[in-house]
């Protein structure tokens, strides 16, 4: 039961997507998206980089844990909190199923944001095309990260992916999300992907590192730079 989470302003979550290949800048976005962010879930990946270095990276202090069990643990201690950092650490080759676990989790923890509570919650998950691949939804259609992207905004949960790649990443999914952040992209397969969003292939191919494109929720098309 919730009994009382302050200073956190009502608003609608947000669905943002980051998609670049390593080097480009992504994770230097991803970092300054998540400054602000008071009540923050992140779901790494194995490379455990922000498990190194999230702590500097958002210069706070942060828990980690390395299952379902010890996050539940954790995030039923912290959840009337106005302010944590919880990262989890997945274990290769299960980053499906234990973000459907994790997104069950703060689903469910969530359902009576507006009601008892209004403090958003922030998810980002790492290097999406491990634990959101491609034909997700038609394998595993009750997947608890989908039910977030259709419908985690009404519950006040801003979800925030980045991966190296955008074609691996479930479309259903990616179809869910509001903003996208595409920055230079390693593999010709993701840049035909992603000029479905930014109709400019010849912009993508030519695209440096920490140059991006934004398109954000009503469809505008802008070009970027990090510095």
Known sequence: ???SIKNIQQKEGQRIGLFGASGCGKTTKARRLLANCKRLIIFDSVKNEWVVNGRKWINRSVLVVNSTQEFIRVFTKKFTMPNFVIIFKPVYGSETS?????????????SNFGITHNATLTLFIEEAQESIP???????????????????RAKGINLVIASQRI?????????????????RLAELSDIKEANQYVHNIDALMKLPNLCYFFIGNTGEITKRQLF
């Open 1 to 3: 039961m919730v009994k």
């Open 98 to 110: 234990q973000l459907d676990e994790l997104c069950k989790v703060l689903f469910n923890a969530q």
């Open 134 to 152: 491609s034909g997700l939804a038609r394998e595993n259609p009750k997947h608890y990260a989908l039910l977030l992207a259709r419908m985690g």
């Open 167 to 183: 074609k691996t990443v479930d479309i259903t999914f990616r179809a869910n999300l509001s903003c996208y952040y595409i920055f």
